[in-house]
């Protein structure tokens, strides 16, 4: 079974505030993927990175993903209320299936 | 569509009744995926399609649960006798190569 702990698992910050949430695991992984999900949605895609040490940016959020290819890292810089959603990563480990996490709940107070 | 649709969106059953969930994935995505999804819980695997074919059914939880896809599009998800522990929101995802395009759930309320 593959495992991705995502820390912190809630997150309440300021408008305008940075901050980083994490995704670990002991499995290495072919490729990872992070998703935002809002009540009453599926989870919407936002990145996949696949090499290790691959570092992918969208607007406010920086993605990166671990050199051994086990862990990754989302921060966002100036958060906006519209970043409120719980994160979700999830990794491929070539049984053609994705392994998510738990998620990081993030609320973003104007 | 657009995107991947599931119906119904909400779903109220008595326990030990049967329902039937479906999913219509992205024309053209030959994989697809069906997902759970509880309070507090990850996301849990439940069953992969590739085409019509199930090589991973390793994720349903037990004998009450069924899929089927046909014409390598719609997607059916079958739970048989419900039981309260089957309440949560069930996904569907149908996928390319990379990444999953998810639909917006049903979410089974079993009373």
């Known amino acids: 079974t593959q495992l991705l702990e995502q820390s912190p698992q809630f997150l309440s910050i300021q408008e305008g505030e940075n901050l980083t949430v994490y995704c670990n695991s002991s499995s290495v992984f072919s490729s990872l993927q992070w998703y935002r999900q809002e009540p009453g949605e599926g989870p919407v895609l936002l990145v996949t990175v696949v090499t290790g040490g691959e570092v992918k940016k969208l607007k406010r959020l920086t993605f990166q993903f671990g050199d051994a290819r086990k862990d990754s890292s989302l921060h966002i810089t100036a958060a906006q209320p519209g970043d409120t959603g719980l994160y979700l990563c999830?990794?491929?480990?070539?049984?053609?299936?994705?392994?998510f996490g738990k998620g990081n709940q993030v609320v973003v107070i104007p | 569509g657009a995107g991947v649709s599931q119906s119904p969106s909400n779903k109220v059953t008595e326990k030990g009744k049967d329902v039937e969930l479906r999913c219509d994935p992205i024309s053209g995505h030959t994989a697809l995926y069906w997902y759970r999804q509880s309070l507090g819980q990850g996301l849990e695997f439940l069953i992969y399609f590739q085409g019509n074919s199930a090589p991973d059914k390793s994720g349903l939880p037990s004998d009450r649960f069924s899929a089927e896809r046909t014409g390598g599009s719609v997607s059916t998800l079958t739970i048989q006798r419900t039981q309260q522990e089957d309440s949560a929101v069930y996904l569907c995802?149908?996928?390319?190569?990379?990444?999953?395009?998810f639909g917006s759930g049903t979410r089974l309320t079993v009373v």
């Open positions: 995802a149908s996928s390319p190569v990379y990444g999953y395009t």
């Open positions: 999830a990794g491929e480990g070539g049984n053609n299936r994705l392994a």
